[in-house]
């Protein structure tokens, strides 16, 4: 489930458990969250999110699992600090290249 969040991961997943065990208990699967939201002091909505990224992290429902989201974000912080690092070395090269081609007196 979801990483930052004000909420411990035992906290959404225990929650998300109750709404798993308990949709039959009422109307409807939108009631059940809604009720068990409410005891965990989140909004229904909070604790819908939470449900279904649980099914995607179970292979229940398609979408990016929050393991693959991390690695994604690990990745695009990491090629964004190589294009930093590449465009120092171009501007490295070009200065260098400079200082080479300058005449020298001595």
């Known amino acids: 489930m979801a990483g930052a969040s004000r909420h411990p991961a035992e906290v ?24 068990i939201a409410e005891k965990f002091g989140v909004s229904g909505e909070t604790l819908r999110n939470w ?16 393991e693959e989201s991390a ?19 171009k501007f490295a090269a070009v200065f260098f290249a400079a200082e080479l081609d300058r005449p020298h007196t001595g």
């Open 51 to 66: 449900a279904r990224q649980d099914q995607v992290d179970h292979g229940q429902r398609p979408g990016t699992t929050t």
């Open 12 to 35: 959404r997943a225990r929650a998300v458990r109750l709404v798993e065990e308990h949709r039959d208990e009422y109307r409807s699967e939108w009631a059940a969250i809604c009720s």
């Open 71 to 89: 690695e994604l974000k690990r990745l695009r912080r990491e090629n964004a600090e190589l294009k930093r690092a590449n465009e120092i070395l």
